[in-house]
């Protein structure tokens, strides 16, 4: 089975799409094969579709909607036309790759490709390279990971509280991994082929303060001393009118160091937890 979910919703098994067009069967699929080879429960399931506030009828509507999934899996398998429903006889149908178990379902990967498995494994790489001062090894294997995504995780799939939070980890993921191959090419001395980039994540990301101190020391670098000034400015006052607070401690030094036109700057190791995070759309 491949699963893609770093952009929109795909889900096939022996290259045929089972992903279903109805919405709620497709939040059903997705929150089961992002926790591909793991049960999820069913509670996990009813709050996805329905919140705080489930229908009497939510776990029989639930076991609909699993029906529904293994008819689309069913299809795709060798020798289709197998009866999906669970309990019917046979081996290796879709009762075997949508399974049923004591409080929940599991979606059986079989080893197929997952997005966000292969993501991982990439910025994980990227970090171990870059923590062994491997900058170009880091940077490669980090754009090699970004390049994974297509767009906002699960893009063309209405979520529920469960999927929310899901998104809201990955694009954690996403900007993290983002953040740390900018700081390797850096590095690298890359300060001007960031600048495009960053002016467009500054905008995005108008409180988030490592994206800044990496836009400030790109345009300082590149001889742009009174715009990198501005820079700081401006993200200090959309912090004070936003969110009450003043610029870390990092930036403020960062912001001295520039006025001061000492000697080249670098990014200070990256902490994590240390960035406030506000995306603006």
């Not at 990439?122 to 491997?134: E, K, P, S, V």
């Not at 495009?196 to 001889?223: C, F, I, K, P, W």
């Not at 030094?253 to 520039?258: E, F, G, P, V």
Request: glycine share 10%; aromatic share 4%; with cysteine.
């Amino acid at each position: 089975m491949d699963i893609e979910v770093l952009g929109a919703l795909s889900v096939r098994e022996n290259g045929r799409s089972i992903t279903p067009t109805a919405p709620k069967p497709r939040q059903v699929l997705a929150l089961l094969a992002l926790h591909a080879d793991r049960m999820v429960p069913v509670s996990a399931l009813t709050e996805e579709l329905w919140g705080s506030a489930p229908p009497r009828s939510a776990r029989t509507t639930l076991q609909t909607y699993v029906l529904q999934l293994r008819e689309l899996i069913a299809a795709a398998l060798p020798g289709a036309g197998r009866d999906p429903r669970p309990g019917a006889g046979g081996s290796g149908g879709a009762k075997d790759v949508l399974v049923t178990m004591p409080g929940g379902y599991l979606l059986a990967g079989g080893g197929g490709r997952s997005d966000v498995r292969a993501f991982e494994q990439l910025a994980d790489a990227g970090y171990r390279a870059m923590d062994a001062g491997d900058c170009a090894g880091a940077a490669r294997r980090l754009r090699e990971a970004l390049a994974l995504w297509s767009g906002t995780a699960l893009t063309d799939v209405q979520a529920g509280p469960q999927l929310q939070m899901e998104i809201k980890r990955l694009d954690e993921s996403r900007l993290c991994a983002l953040d740390r191959r900018i700081e390797a090419d850096l590095r690298l001395g890359r300060h001007r082929e960031l600048l495009a980039e960053l002016t467009v994540l500054v905008n995005g990301y108008r409180t988030h303060e490592s994206l800044h101190a990496q836009y400030m020391l790109a345009l300082h670098r590149s001889g742009r001393r009174g715009e990198a000034l501005d820079a700081y400015r401006r993200l200090r006052t959309t912090l004070v009118q936003e969110l009450g607070l003043e610029p870390s401690a990092r930036l403020r030094r960062l912001q001295r160091s520039i006025l001061a036109a000492g000697h080249d700057l670098a990014l200070q190791p990256h902490r994590a937890g240390g960035d406030r995070l506000v995306p603006t759309g």
